[in-house]
């Protein structure tokens, strides 16, 4: 059975930072493709960003390009996504996922595992 875990949400001021993580066990961390998906209050969930399974190549929406970072540690079997200037707008519950097809894809069809989610919250 394939499990990830969030962690590194919080409570911030518009303009700081955080590091989401997502430790993935079970399953073979190094052939999935990783996304992190964000569900903000009476919103449907949003692709945010997605790796490859080698890390060699990334996809972010545009609302978050040059802001936030994916990567990933296949000896830690963890993804990150580091998330800087924050705004907002960024405040939602944050999962990260599998995509066992290895190519990072948006679409939620793709993933088959998901964390339990990572609170964000970004005051003014």
């Known amino acids: 059975q394939v499990q990830l875990v969030e962690s590194g949400g919080g409570l911030v001021q518009a303009g700081d930072s955080l590091n989401l993580s997502c430790v993935v066990s079970?399953?073979?961390?190094?052939?999935?493709?990783m996304g992190w998906f964000r569900q903000a209050p009476g919103k449907e969930r949003e692709f945010v960003s997605a790796?490859?399974?080698?890390?060699?190549?990334?996809d972010y929406v545009d609302s978050v390009k040059g802001r936030f970072t994916i990567s990933r540690d296949n000896a830690k079997n963890t993804v990150y996504l580091q998330m800087n200037s924050l705004e907002e707008e960024d405040t939602a519950v944050y999962y990260c996922a599998v995509d066992a097809s290895g190519w990072g894809l948006r679409s939620e069809s793709y993933y088959r595992y998901w964390g339990q989610g990572t609170q964000v919250t970004v005051s003014s």
């Open positions: 079970g399953g073979n961390f190094k052939a999935y493709g």
């Open positions: 790796i490859t399974w080698s890390g060699g190549a990334s």
